[in-house]
DNA sequence: CTGAAAGCGCTAACAA
DNA sequence: TTGTTAGCGCTTTCAG
């Protein structure tokens, strides 16, 4: 009976216990381990039979203290609860798979303070990189004194590496389509400060046309919970008897969902009444038939973390690497 | 000098470096980062000011491999992208937060061998503990061996500290209610070998009627995804020209709104022509007003992330924790 | 109160 | 082809 099964308790392996069952030093255990040909082929076979045997697994702290490098990539997004970001999860789960990679992931909630820890947390962790979808550009600059390999995702932004789908383009693919739909007055559902409502007015603007301040259906920038926006609509709706607009552009899914369900519960017909067009594309624009722009998801995050590849590996200078993608707009029910 | 310092990129401080900066010795700076009383405090201010100046913070590989403890946990659940366990993933998320510890997630896909692939890969990243989604009980009597502290979630295994609803009731709801509604035939979408399939058979059972062979709807086992479930509902749709059930309940959500969406797509009129309630009470129910038995996930996943830190503290019995929770059945426009 | 030193499990010179 | 050894950054005796 060996020694390390006499014990009930069986203690972790390492490479020391195995070591002494193969009757080498650690140092070819980890030889063999690792690969390195300069191992007599018979002592590698013992080691090899020892570790299946044992179902040895080497320490994966151990090897990125010494090595200086986890395999771990830090990931943080604006809204877990959003399924977009949860799409966005899902591709990156199997993305850093793919690459021997593990990610951990936080939620900020729309929460400076917290994106912060949640960086600082990644630091601790020893990621090699960082993906991020920021909450505003508060961050940024003392993220860029981290120095660490970092790709922003579905934002561009100046200095970083970004990936991301080209919000001008996909708005004004929203725009275009509500008017030539026949649809004169519109609305948007979203927060003020975003880029998407700059785009959507602009876009309007070369159309002829205008959005009136009445017209839009202001979202909190901060509380962007799936609760929180519906309330913000209700009282939307509470202060506006009737709507002045035949088509309202939500700047994301919930927000569309959100006034889509509302519409339903007091008898409004999208899109006879009112047309609605979401953002993102997600489960939500599925499920209820909402016309959204659909972004190329597993693409954007193959790319973002192939840049993060190389930028770990410091294989691309370091002018930072901007990539905006082309968007679809899908059009459903809810606009036609 | 190393092609960092080359490169201008500032290297990552240690305790050492802060030890100097403060003229201590690197056990003091340990010693004021962990609150040891036993120190000047002349010294800990000066060492906590350098601390705040440069923004150190300690490695947590180095302490995971002195102390043996990562505060890390292993999450694998069946199919990410289902909402259900997203739903669960943000909770862990959040629960793990509120307590220090990261997760790192993992997406078995229903294989078996995928999972057992990231047991290990828990395992060699030191995992505190590991809260798992199984996928069949195929790997549980290998992961017992490891001897890892692990609470299975969303089902009750035994010799595992276990946190799920009772799968029995809730399908037992499901039935009641359906037959409530005056619904003498009844069908069924999911898997063939799934417990809910014998519940559900059971419960009709003990109402004097019987679940027919011919309205079960199978789903493959062992590819759940969207797409698949969506491909398994159209081919019996296809081989059933009418169908002989006036009321069909769908062992997750993501049936149950694949086959609503196919009804609407057929002008099928639900609940007149046919009832539908789901499983899980997810945002795919709620968009489409689903009835569907409603899990309580914050507090599963607090009560898991609960009996998981005992059993990594040693503070419990080994007897194994079986908490069976109470659903509740949401009834929606589907079924009324 | 404080520093020196051992060692967590691993990798990679360096010798032999 | 091997074993010995020096750390990676940290915690924790053990002396002083």
């Known amino acids: ?111 400076v303070l917290t994106e912060w820890d949640n960086i600082q947390n990644f630091m601790a962790r020893q990621v090699d990189g960082i993906l991020l979808v920021p909450t505003t550009s508060h961050n940024l600059s003392a993220l860029k004194k981290l120095e660490v390999p970092t790709v922003i995702i579905t934002q561009i932004k100046d200095e970083f590496d970004s990936v991301a789908v080209s919000h001008k383009q996909g708005v004004k693919l929203v725009a275009e ?32 046309l205008c959005l009136r301040d009445e017209n839009i259906i202001e979202l909190g920038s901060d509380s962007n919970s799936q609760y929180s926006i519906r309330q913000d609509i209700i009282k939307y709706l509470d202060t506006h008897e009737k709507l002045d607009f035949t088509a309202v552009f939500g700047f994301n ?54 840049i993060l590849q190389k930028r770990i590996k410091g294989e691309i200078e370091e002018t930072p690497i901007k990539i905006e993608l082309e968007p679809s707009l899908i059009i459903r029910n809810s606009s036609k």
Chains 1, 2 share one sequence.
């Open 253 to 306: 899914d919930v927000g569309a969902f959100e006034f889509m369900k509302l519409m339903n519960e007091r008898q409004i017909k999208v899109p006879e009444d009112i047309a609605v067009v979401g953002f993102d594309d997600t489960i939500l624009s599925k499920s209820l038939s909402i016309s959204s722009v659909h972004q190329p998801i597993r693409d954007m995050m193959q790319m973002a973390f192939s």
């Open 177 to 208: 389509h509500l008017i030539s739909q026949g649809h004169h007055k519109l609305g948007y559902i979203g927060p003020m400060h975003d880029e998407r409502l700059l785009f959507f007015k602009e876009a309007i603007f070369n159309n002829g």
């Open 1 to 111: 009976m060996n020694s390390y099964s006499e014990m009930g308790e069986e203690m972790k392996m390492t490479m020391k216990d195995i070591a002494k069952l193969a009757n080498v030093s650690q140092a070819t255990v980890s030889r063999v381990i690792n690969g390195n040909p300069n191992v007599n082929k018979e002592a590698a076979k013992r080691v090899f039979k020892i570790i299946e045997e044992v179902g040895f697994k080497p320490n994966r702290t151990a090897q990125t203290l010494k090595n200086n490098a986890s395999f771990l990539t830090g990931v943080s997004v604006i809204d877990i609860s959003n399924p977009y970001f949860m799409d966005l999860i899902e591709a990156l789960e199997y993305e850093s798979r793919q690459h021997g990679y593990n990610i951990i992931i936080h939620n900020s909630n729309h929460n």
